[in-house]
């Protein structure tokens, strides 16, 4: 149990599954939800959410398939949250942004285009290597998963937990966080002993194991390369992990 005098709770009657950052992996992605599904079943009837904490792509070679999942696989009776990462915001803001393109290359973009059927530029490449690489994105790019990126959530509140990407700005109120910040913060937050008003879940920055904190919980454990998805179970003021 995390640490505290009073844990934090969700609202009686709910069970939340949050899971972390996919990364392209649909093949764990999609043993997790069996898992969850299991899970659900076996822990009896409650209103199941899941809670997804962004970084569906990039760096692994499924994106394309991951966002498939993300709107499809969702286990029977479930309902979901989308939250926006970085690389999601990246990947957006280059079908109109061509300065982000070298940016979102270093960060695994290559995979993510590949997996739309796109030939991704190179480092070296001119502007109109960029350009034509955001066309081809843009036209090979389903409705669906564009709207998909247009509606991705900054946060998510539920009882005495706050979902967000990356984490929030020490000294700022939950509700006056900037979403630069939701979607990108890294050190300001993990090195905070602040209390942030509620306990929040986060992926974003990658840990061996999920971190516990008196004020957040990181469950980002770097799926693309490890192999390991990690989905926190929270109900009542219980938590569990399920893990690929």
């Known amino acids: 149990m995390p640490s505290g005098t009073h844990p934090p709770r969700v609202p009686p009657g709910r069970r939340l599954y949050a899971v972390g950052d996919i990364h392209g992996r649909a093949d764990l992605l999609s043993r997790l939800l069996a898992e969850i599904a299991t899970d659900a079943k076996c822990r009896g009837p409650a209103q199941n959410r899941l809670v997804y904490l962004g ?3 990039d760096r692994g070679p499924d994106s394309a398939d991951v966002i498939d999942l993300v709107l499809d696989g969702a286990p029977a009776g479930f309902d979901g949250v989308t939250l926006m990462g970085n690389h999601e915001d990246m990947m957006r803001r280059f079908l109109f942004d061509l300065t982000i393109g070298r940016g979102w290359l270093m960060n695994g973009a ?3 285009l590949r997996s739309y059927g796109v030939e991704p ?3 070296h ?3 109109q290597a960029y350009r034509r690489a955001s066309v081809e994105l843009a036209q ?3 409705p669906r998963h564009r709207r998909f990126l247009d509606s991705l959530a900054l946060s998510h509140e539920e009882g005495d937990y706050f979902f967000v990407h990356a984490g929030v700005r020490p000294g700022v109120p939950l509700a006056e966080q900037r979403p630069e910040d939701l979607v990108w913060i890294r050190d300001e937050f993990l090195e905070s002993d602040a209390e942030f008003g509620k306990r929040v879940v986060h992926g974003h920055s990658i840990t061996r194991e999920p971190t516990f904190r008196h004020n957040r919980i990181g469950i980002d454990t770097g799926a ?3 192999g390991r998805l990690t989905c926190l179970v929270l109900e009542g003021s219980d938590w569990a992990l399920l893990q690929t």
């Open 55 to 57: 970084d569906y792509v």
């Open 110 to 112: 290559d995979a993510t």
């Open 121 to 123: 530029p190179t480092p």
């Open 125 to 127: 490449d001119d502007t």
């Open 140 to 142: 090979h790019l389903p």
């Open 224 to 226: 693309y390369a490890t």
